[in-house]
Each structure stands twice: as C-alpha cells, then as structure tokens.
C-alpha cells in the first residue's frame, strides 16, 4: 500500500501544465528520432539531453523519458511500413510486420505492435514500482566493497551474458574505463592522462563523448548507407483497433511470456535485441504452426515488440534501485541525472522521494499517452520518412554541435564530440560494441572510488570482497557470470556424458 500512496504522491508533482506539456514534447520528438533510420532511442536522448540542462531535475526527466518512449513507439513505423529497422531491437518485428503490410494489413500490424509495446512497458514499469523500493532498502546496507562488488557484477555480466563477441565487449569496455581516468584523481589530487591540455583537467565530459558516439557515427553511417526509402501507407481506424484488441486474450499467453523475458533481458544486461529475438524464437516454438511465421502473422509482431519494450523499461530498474544502468540508454539517463547533481541508487529513494516517484509516475502517463499519439498520428511520422536526409542530416549535426558546446561553453567539446563521432562510426563498422563503452565511461570513475575506499579500509587486503556473506556472494557471482560461457558449454558436455542407462530385457 505504501507503494500506492508514493505512486499517487508522484502523479501530484507530475500533474502540472508545465510538466504536461513538456511531455508531450518529448513523446513528439521521440517518435520523430524513432522514425528516422539510424537514430533512435539511444541516440535520440543523446542528442536532445542538453536541451534540458536548464530545466529543474524533474521536469527534464520526464522529458528525457518521454523521448525515450516515444522513440520506442516509433521504431516500429519503419520495421513494418518501409522494412527497416528503426533500432536494432526492431529487427525481429519486420519478420511478420513487413509481409503483413504487404499484403494490405499495414494498420493491423502497427496496431499490434504498438499495443504489445505498451503491455510489455506497462508490466515493466509496474515491476519497478513495486521492486526498486526494496531493492533499494536493501542497498543501503551497502558499503564500499559491496558497491565495487555491484559494478564489478555489472561489468562481469556485459561480458558473459553479453551476445557480442567476448573480446570486442572487453576492448570496448576497457577503452571507457580508461577514459574514465583522464583528468584529475579524486583520492590524491594528481593529474592523469592529461598530455599537457588544460582542457583535459576536468576529463572526458560523458555527454559529449555520447552525442559523438550515437549521433555523429550514426550520421556517418546513414550518409554511407544512402538509405532510400519506400514503404505502404497506412491508416489506423476505429473498425482496425477494435479488431486487433478483441483478439488479445488468444495472444495472452505469447504476451505475458515475451513480458517476463523482455523484464528479466532488462534488468540483466542482456539487452533488448536478445529479449526481442528470444520472444519471437520461443512463440514460434510453442505456435501450432511455427511454419506460418515469417509470412505475415499477428502474433510475430506482438512476441518481439513486448519483450524488446518490456526489456528498455526494466533497464531503469538497476539504475534507479543500485545506480546501475541496464543498458546503453540508461546509462546515458544517468549521465544526466549526475549532471543536475542526483546520485541514483538507494539514497534517492529517501534524499528525493518526489522526483522519483515523479518519475515513475511518467512512465504511466508517458506510455499511455505516447500510445494514443502513434495510434493516430502514423500517417503524419511516416511522411517524415520521405524528406530527403540530406535535408534532415545537417540539422542533427548543427543541434548536436550545439548541445556538445552549451555543456561546459568550451570549443574543444566540439572537436572532441566529432572524434567521438568517427571512434562510434569505426566501432560499428568492425563491430565494437557501444552500450559497455558508455557503461564503463559512466561508472569507471565511481568503481574506482568505491575500489579504492574499500582497499583503503581493508588495508589492501583483497579478502574484504569476501568478507561477509553478501558481498563475498555478490563478487563470487560476479566470477561465476565473467566466465558464464565456459561453464555452461563444461556444464552441457557434462551432462551429455551423464546418459541415464538403457533398460534391457
């Protein structure tokens, strides 16, 4: 009940006009970066992150969060009507999406890709209500050892669970962790991998490092690819949304199975794109007629699009609860929430229980109305689609330009976001992951801390990450995913040996 009474109190800071109407801007712009191939949910909170500088923490928020729903939403406009992922998560959607508009059920497939995005959402955004209190009650039993602890699991599972390959997630988390360390020790004083540069004693500024990193490669990569486009028209009707809602309840079990694996994908770093592909993967295992999939059917629309949406909301679970972003996106959430002076983790539950609860009040009412907003706008953000990018493309680079500069007022942002920019372009292009780049850039610094701190009080005695059951239990886990591949190939051949007898007359 308590989490009832919190949740009515957040719904009061959010219901206000300024908040309101920041809302809706957000969802407008979210779809529009969602819409335009390359951007998206990532790049698109990066980029527009700067525009709330100004504004007080909440308000920027739930802004930021809104462009995040929205961007989800809108990735689905271009898998189904053009055939083009909008996010890579989206992939898994143009299997049955683009068939079903081809075959001139464009309004139907989007309806049931929106719908499930907002099943999915909901059910995550209902997980972090009623967990991240606990979770982080729990937490603030936390001292030094049990938070490197924590980053060290995080780090160790973006290793072992991560779908890339282990050596790109290591050299692309290395790299962040490295530049975490430019500028100005905060234990002793000393300045470090600075080569001289004034510019450097304040270290790499993490948001500049993203709008290079997601919106200039992704520029660069879009101007490579000269996307043209042409896709199915498409308006949602009354008579469309009735048909497609009725037949819910026969895709209930696909909905709340594709929920729970996108919410667990989430809150693990196993990602949207894997929950995605897992829920399609497993409602066509289950299906009568798995051979009906890939040729234009409903339920291969509902299965990825819930768990990938599941999965980018419940990422905001750890971040909120431990200060331990679930994913790319959420790391650069906070980023910003470290900009306007918030520390996420479990003393922002009590030092600032409005803007949390704030927060998660949006994440209601963001979705219920970025819901409505696609539903009858689809028309109007696909045409967006046809504008030539060579129109739309100098317009991102000039805000991003922009947003890099307004940061700390200082020119050599801009230099160091457009090397940013061709370092994300050459990490794509031979397959460097970004999401444990930005992971480590974001934490590196505040592992280190808490590495250092619990060195210090120990004595540099290493035997303090085991000395009680919950952080010896957390570290010990932390080892058990590093090395998760290995184990389970050892556990697997272990149990084809292990056959049981054969019964013989």
Same mark, same amino acid.
Do not use: C
């Given at each position: 009940m308590e989490a009832f009474a919190l949740l009515l109190q957040g719904f009061g800071v959010l219901l206000t006009w300024k908040t309101l109407a920041l809302m809706m801007v957000g969802l407008v712009l979210g779809i529009f970066v969602g819409v335009l191939p390359g951007l998206g949910g990532p790049n698109g909170v990066a980029i527009l992150l700067p525009l709330t500088f100004t504004m007080d923490p909440t308000s920027a928020i739930v802004m930021l969060s809104c462009i995040y729903w929205g961007a989800l939403f809108g990735g689905a406009i271009t898998s189904i009507l053009f055939n083009i992922p909008g996010e890579a998560w989206s992939v898994a959607t143009t299997f049955d999406g683009y068939p079903m508009a081809q075959q001139g059920k464009a309004a139907e497939a989007l309806t049931a890709a929106f719908t499930s995005s907002f099943i999915g959402s909901l059910f995550a955004v209902l997980l972090i209500t009623f967990l991240a209190p606990g979770i982080a009650s729990f937490a603030l039993r936390f001292g030094p050892p049990e938070?490197?602890?924590?980053?060290?699991l995080t780090f160790c599972s973006f290793v072992g669970l991560g779908r890339e390959a282990k050596h790109k997630t290591i050299i692309s988390m290395a790299l962040g962790l490295?530049?975490?360390? #430019?500028?100005? !020790?905060?234990?002793?004083?000393? %300045? @470090?991998?600075?080569?001289?540069?004034s510019d450097l004693l304040r270290g790499i500024n993490f948001l500049v490092a993203v709008i290079g990193l997601f919106g200039i490669s992704e520029i660069l990569l879009t101007m490579e690819e000269r996307l043209a486009l042409r896709g199915h028209a498409a308006r949602i009707s009354l008579r469309v949304l009735w048909n497609v809602w009725k037949d819910l309840p026969r895709y209930w079990v696909t909905l709340l199975r594709s929920s729970v694996i996108g919410a667990w994908l989430g809150i693990t770093p196993g990602g949207a794109i894997a929950a995605s592909?897992?829920?399609?993967? %497993?409602? &066509? @295992?289950?299906? &009568? !007629? +798995?051979e009906s999939f890939g040729k234009g059917r409903i339920e291969g629309v509902f299965a990825p699009e819930t768990a990938a949406h599941a999965s980018g909301t419940a990422a905001l679970l750890p971040m909120l609860a431990l200060g331990i972003p679930g994913s790319g996106t959420a790391a650069i959430l906070l980023g910003g929430l470290m900009?306007?002076?918030?520390? *996420?983790? +479990? %003393?922002?539950?009590?030092?600032? &229980? !409005?803007?949390?609860?704030g927060l998660i009040a949006s994440m209601y009412l963001g979705n219920i109305v970025g819901l409505a907003m696609v539903l009858t706008t689809v028309?109007?953000?696909?045409? #967006?689609? @046809?504008?030539?990018?060579?129109?739309?493309?100098?317009?991102?680079?000039?805000?991003c330009a922009i947003g /890099?500069?307004?940061?700390?007022? /200082?020119?050599? !942002?801009i230099w160091l976001m457009l090397l940013f920019g061709v370092v994300g372009y050459v990490f794509k292009k031979i397959g460097i992951p970004l999401a444990p780049f930005t992971l480590a850039l974001v934490l590196g610094s505040r592992a280190e801390d808490a590495f250092r701190l619990a060195m210090i009080g120990a004595g540099g005695d290493?035997?303090? =990450?085991?000395?009680?059951? %919950?952080?010896?239990?957390?570290?010990?886990?932390?080892?058990?995913?590093? =090395?998760?591949? *290995?184990?389970?190939?050892?556990?697997g051949r272990l149990g084809g040996l292990v056959q049981p007898a054969k019964r013989t007359s």
């Open positions: 938070f490197f602890a924590v980053y060290l490295l530049l975490a360390g #430019v500028g100005m !020790d905060t234990v002793s004083g000393q %300045l @470090r991998m600075t080569f001289g540069f592909f897992m829920g399609y993967n %497993l409602a &066509k @295992r289950f299906a &009568k !007629d +798995p900009v306007w002076g918030l520390n *996420p983790g +479990p %003393l922002l539950f009590v030092e600032h &229980k !409005d803007f949390v609860w028309p109007v953000f696909a045409a #967006v689609l @046809r504008v030539p990018f060579a129109a739309i493309a100098p317009m991102i680079v000039v805000s /890099a500069y307004a940061i700390q007022n /200082a020119m050599f !942002d290493l035997r303090v =990450f085991w000395s009680n059951p %919950l952080v010896g239990s957390i570290t010990t886990l932390a080892i058990v995913l590093l =090395f998760w591949s *290995p184990i389970s190939r050892y556990v």
